[in-house]
């Protein structure tokens, strides 16, 4: 899948599930809570996006480069995760609970997909696809 494609559905999901929590409770919250979610699913959205993007260039590369890209691009993204859900939580003084829920939701279910659609995609360019 392309990348571009990807991050559509990525979106997509995001701004679904957002749409179906907002008459369950997500309206209800205060406009900190609102913000904390939303900066919380924009960080999980750069990361799977960004995961993909690694994916997508190093599927064509030898296995080191592959492994160098892919967990080497893991530690990178989580020490900028880590630094922006310290940033959000310090110095935009976003509320804890909604922020750290919505980025571990979010991240869950993005992973669920990156690691599905790179199953496919890499077992069927190995022949291993069912």
């Not at 900066?39 to 690694?54: D, K, P, Q």
Request: net charge positive; glycine share 12%.
């Amino acid at each position: 899948m392309s990348l571009g494609r990807y991050a559509v559905l990525v979106l997509g999901v995001a701004l679904a599930t957002l749409g179906l929590a907002w008459p369950l409770g997500l309206g209800g919250l205060g406009a900190p809570a609102r913000a904390a979610v939303g900066f919380g699913v924009t960080l999980a959205l750069v990361n799977t996006i960004a995961a993909h993007a690694l994916l997508r260039w190093s599927a064509s590369r030898s296995n080191t480069q592959f492994l160098k890209a892919v967990l080497g691009g893991m530690l990178g993204r989580m020490v900028v995760l880590l630094a922006a859900l310290v940033a959000g939580i310090l110095a935009l003084r976003l509320p804890r609970l909604p922020l750290a829920v919505s980025l571990l939701a979010y991240f869950a279910a993005f992973l669920a997909v990156e690691l599905t659609l790179a199953h496919r995609q890499l077992g069927a360019a190995a022949g291993l696809a069912r």
